[in-house]
Protein backbone atom coordinates (compact mmCIF):
# COMPACT_ATOMS: atom_id res chain seq x y z
CA UNK A 1 0.00 0.00 0.00
CA UNK A 2 1.13 3.39 -1.18
CA UNK A 3 1.86 5.24 2.74
CA UNK A 4 4.07 8.00 4.42
CA UNK A 5 6.06 6.56 6.76
CA UNK A 6 7.88 8.16 9.88
CA UNK A 7 10.57 6.67 12.12
CA UNK A 8 11.04 6.52 15.20
CA UNK A 9 7.53 6.44 16.21
CA UNK A 10 8.77 7.60 19.58
CA UNK A 11 12.18 9.37 20.47
CA UNK A 12 13.38 10.27 23.77
CA UNK A 13 16.22 12.57 24.09
CA UNK A 14 18.09 14.47 26.63
CA UNK A 15 18.14 18.84 26.59
CA UNK A 16 20.50 19.81 24.07
CA UNK A 17 21.20 16.24 22.07
CA UNK A 18 20.51 16.56 18.58
CA UNK A 19 17.72 14.55 17.06
CA UNK A 20 17.26 13.44 13.22
CA UNK A 21 13.41 12.45 12.54
CA UNK A 22 12.88 10.24 9.23
CA UNK A 23 9.75 10.66 6.73
CA UNK A 24 9.72 8.32 3.60
CA UNK A 25 6.81 8.03 1.23
CA UNK A 26 5.64 6.09 -1.92
CA UNK A 27 3.14 7.99 -3.00
CA UNK A 28 5.38 10.03 -5.73
CA UNK A 29 3.67 13.38 -3.90
CA UNK A 30 5.29 16.61 -5.17
CA UNK A 31 4.81 17.89 -1.52
CA UNK A 32 6.25 17.04 1.47
CA UNK A 33 5.71 18.58 5.01
CA UNK A 34 6.73 18.56 8.26
CA UNK A 35 4.27 19.88 11.44
CA UNK A 36 4.79 20.27 14.77
CA UNK A 37 1.54 19.25 17.02
CA UNK A 38 1.51 19.67 20.92
CA UNK A 39 -1.49 18.35 22.50
CA UNK A 40 -4.93 19.81 21.89
CA UNK A 41 -3.37 22.23 19.70
CA UNK A 42 -3.54 22.90 16.10
CA UNK A 43 -0.90 21.25 13.60
CA UNK A 44 2.24 24.22 13.07
CA UNK A 45 3.72 24.05 9.65
CA UNK A 46 7.38 23.88 9.75
CA UNK A 47 8.70 23.64 6.63
CA UNK A 48 7.29 22.22 3.02
CA UNK A 49 9.11 21.02 -0.03
CA UNK A 50 7.61 21.80 -3.06
CA UNK A 51 9.68 19.10 -5.34
CA UNK A 52 13.04 20.16 -4.09
CA UNK A 53 12.24 23.77 -3.29
CA UNK A 54 12.29 24.53 0.36
CA UNK A 55 10.03 26.71 1.82
CA UNK A 56 10.60 27.65 5.35
CA UNK A 57 7.69 29.03 7.62
CA UNK A 58 8.74 32.59 9.34
CA UNK A 59 8.69 31.63 12.75
CA UNK A 60 10.28 28.27 12.50
CA UNK A 61 13.25 28.30 14.95
CA UNK A 62 16.54 27.81 13.53
CA UNK A 63 17.28 25.22 15.54
CA UNK A 64 14.98 23.29 13.13
CA UNK A 65 16.36 22.03 10.23
CA UNK A 66 15.64 19.72 7.15
CA UNK A 67 16.87 18.00 4.22
CA UNK A 68 15.51 16.20 1.63
CA UNK A 69 17.56 14.01 -0.55
CA UNK A 70 15.25 12.60 -3.23
CA UNK A 71 11.54 12.29 -3.89
CA UNK A 72 10.65 9.94 -1.41
CA UNK A 73 12.76 11.05 1.72
CA UNK A 74 12.47 14.24 4.02
CA UNK A 75 14.30 14.16 7.44
CA UNK A 76 13.86 16.60 10.40
CA UNK A 77 16.92 17.67 12.13
CA UNK A 78 16.39 18.94 15.33
CA UNK A 79 19.95 20.55 16.76
CA UNK A 80 19.50 21.36 20.39
CA UNK A 81 16.07 20.21 21.51
CA UNK A 82 14.72 21.89 24.57
CA UNK A 83 12.04 20.82 26.68
CA UNK A 84 9.26 23.17 24.60
CA UNK A 85 10.10 21.16 21.35
CA UNK A 86 8.12 17.97 23.37
CA UNK A 87 5.59 17.41 20.54
CA UNK A 88 4.31 15.01 17.97
CA UNK A 89 6.00 15.52 14.65
CA UNK A 90 3.88 15.11 11.75
CA UNK A 91 5.09 14.35 8.42
CA UNK A 92 2.39 14.97 5.24
CA UNK A 93 2.64 14.46 1.67
CA UNK A 94 0.36 15.87 -1.41
CA UNK A 95 0.22 15.42 -4.53
CA UNK A 96 0.42 19.17 -5.23
CA UNK A 97 0.51 21.94 -3.55
CA UNK A 98 -0.62 25.00 -6.23
CA UNK A 99 -4.21 24.17 -6.81
CA UNK A 100 -7.53 24.83 -4.79
CA UNK A 101 -8.65 21.47 -5.52
CA UNK A 102 -8.42 17.26 -3.61
CA UNK A 103 -5.06 17.49 -5.22
CA UNK A 104 -3.97 19.36 -2.12
CA UNK A 105 -5.63 16.52 0.10
CA UNK A 106 -2.68 15.85 2.97
CA UNK A 107 -2.05 11.92 3.45
CA UNK A 108 -0.02 11.94 7.38
CA UNK A 109 2.49 9.34 8.20
CA UNK A 110 1.80 8.13 12.11
CA UNK A 111 3.90 10.38 13.54
CA UNK A 112 7.14 10.46 16.06
CA UNK A 113 6.48 11.53 19.62
CA UNK A 114 9.52 13.59 20.97
CA UNK A 115 9.96 13.60 24.76
CA UNK A 116 12.92 15.80 26.19
CA UNK A 117 14.53 15.12 29.41
CA UNK B 1 -4.61 37.89 11.09
CA UNK B 2 -5.87 34.57 10.21
CA UNK B 3 -8.11 32.57 12.37
CA UNK B 4 -10.40 29.27 12.16
CA UNK B 5 -12.79 29.08 15.80
CA UNK B 6 -13.87 25.75 16.44
CA UNK B 7 -15.45 24.70 19.78
CA UNK B 8 -13.08 22.95 22.20
CA UNK B 9 -14.84 19.83 22.94
CA UNK B 10 -18.60 18.56 22.32
CA UNK B 11 -20.24 15.56 24.12
CA UNK B 12 -23.00 12.97 21.64
CA UNK B 13 -25.09 10.00 22.98
CA UNK B 14 -24.25 6.64 20.29
CA UNK B 15 -26.62 6.51 17.43
CA UNK B 16 -27.55 10.58 17.67
CA UNK B 17 -26.16 12.74 15.27
CA UNK B 18 -23.78 15.32 15.91
CA UNK B 19 -22.71 19.04 14.07
CA UNK B 20 -19.79 20.15 14.50
CA UNK B 21 -18.91 24.02 13.43
CA UNK B 22 -16.09 26.09 11.79
CA UNK B 23 -15.96 29.63 11.22
CA UNK B 24 -12.97 31.39 9.72
CA UNK B 25 -11.44 34.54 8.66
CA UNK B 26 -8.58 33.91 5.71
CA UNK B 27 -6.88 36.05 3.14
CA UNK B 28 -8.55 34.54 0.84
CA UNK B 29 -10.34 31.10 -0.13
CA UNK B 30 -9.15 27.78 -1.84
CA UNK B 31 -11.09 25.67 -0.11
CA UNK B 32 -11.92 23.89 3.36
CA UNK B 33 -10.74 20.66 4.89
CA UNK B 34 -12.16 18.75 7.19
CA UNK B 35 -9.81 15.83 9.07
CA UNK B 36 -10.34 13.25 11.63
CA UNK B 37 -7.44 12.66 14.68
CA UNK B 38 -7.84 10.04 17.01
CA UNK B 39 -5.70 10.62 19.97
CA UNK B 40 -2.25 10.11 19.69
CA UNK B 41 -2.57 9.59 15.95
CA UNK B 42 -2.17 11.13 12.95
CA UNK B 43 -4.79 13.08 11.10
CA UNK B 44 -6.73 11.73 7.84
CA UNK B 45 -8.64 13.39 5.84
CA UNK B 46 -12.80 13.17 5.92
CA UNK B 47 -14.04 15.97 3.12
CA UNK B 48 -13.29 18.79 0.96
CA UNK B 49 -15.54 21.44 0.27
CA UNK B 50 -15.09 24.52 -2.55
CA UNK B 51 -17.79 25.99 -3.49
CA UNK B 52 -21.00 26.49 -1.37
CA UNK B 53 -23.45 23.37 -0.34
CA UNK B 54 -23.43 20.11 1.08
CA UNK B 55 -21.33 17.32 0.48
CA UNK B 56 -22.35 13.73 1.53
CA UNK B 57 -20.26 10.36 2.55
CA UNK B 58 -21.86 8.04 3.94
CA UNK B 59 -22.39 9.23 7.54
CA UNK B 60 -20.21 12.23 7.52
CA UNK B 61 -21.84 15.00 5.78
CA UNK B 62 -19.95 18.17 5.66
CA UNK B 63 -21.33 21.47 4.76
CA UNK B 64 -19.90 25.61 3.37
CA UNK B 65 -21.14 28.75 3.09
CA UNK B 66 -18.10 30.96 2.06
CA UNK B 67 -20.44 34.25 2.30
CA UNK B 68 -20.40 33.68 5.88
CA UNK B 69 -17.06 32.04 6.44
CA UNK B 70 -18.83 28.87 8.10
CA UNK B 71 -18.72 25.04 7.83
CA UNK B 72 -20.14 22.57 9.72
CA UNK B 73 -19.34 18.85 9.83
CA UNK B 74 -22.22 16.54 9.92
CA UNK B 75 -21.77 12.90 11.99
CA UNK B 76 -24.91 10.83 11.81
CA UNK B 77 -25.44 7.40 13.76
CA UNK B 78 -22.42 7.91 15.94
CA UNK B 79 -20.35 5.40 16.50
CA UNK B 80 -18.14 4.75 19.62
CA UNK B 81 -14.84 4.57 17.17
CA UNK B 82 -16.23 8.26 16.23
CA UNK B 83 -14.82 9.27 19.26
CA UNK B 84 -12.17 11.83 17.82
CA UNK B 85 -10.62 15.73 17.43
CA UNK B 86 -12.14 17.32 14.21
CA UNK B 87 -9.87 19.72 12.96
CA UNK B 88 -11.12 22.05 10.07
CA UNK B 89 -8.27 23.61 7.88
CA UNK B 90 -9.04 26.72 5.00
CA UNK B 91 -6.80 27.02 2.29
CA UNK B 92 -5.64 30.47 1.81
CA UNK B 93 -4.93 32.66 -1.42
CA UNK B 94 -1.44 31.51 -0.95
CA UNK B 95 -2.46 27.85 -0.99
CA UNK B 96 -1.19 27.47 2.67
CA UNK B 97 -3.38 25.62 5.19
CA UNK B 98 -4.40 27.33 8.03
CA UNK B 99 -5.76 24.72 11.36
CA UNK B 100 -8.43 25.17 13.98
CA UNK B 101 -7.37 23.78 17.27
CA UNK B 102 -10.13 21.01 16.64
CA UNK B 103 -12.90 19.69 18.28
CA UNK B 104 -12.63 16.37 21.00
CA UNK B 105 -15.62 14.92 20.31
CA UNK B 106 -17.03 12.41 23.01
CA UNK B 107 -19.27 9.98 22.46
CA UNK B 108 -21.14 8.30 25.66
CA UNK B 109 -23.43 5.03 25.52
Known amino acids: DAMVIQNPRYQVTQFGKPVTLSCSQT?????MYWYQQKSSQAPKLLFH???????NEADTPDNFQSRRPNTSFCFLDIRSPGLGDAAMYLC????????????????FGAGSRLTVL | GQNIDQPTEMTATEGAIVQINCTYQ??????LFWYQQHAGEAPTFLSY??LDGLEEKGRFSSFLSRSKGYSYLLLKELQMKDSASYLCAVMDSNYQLIWGAGTKLIIKP
Open chain 1, 49 to 55: YYDKDFN
Open chain 1, 27 to 31: LNHNV
Open chain 2, 26 to 31: TSGFNG
Open chain 1, 92 to 107: ATSRDGLEGSGANVLT
Open chain 2, 49 to 50: NV
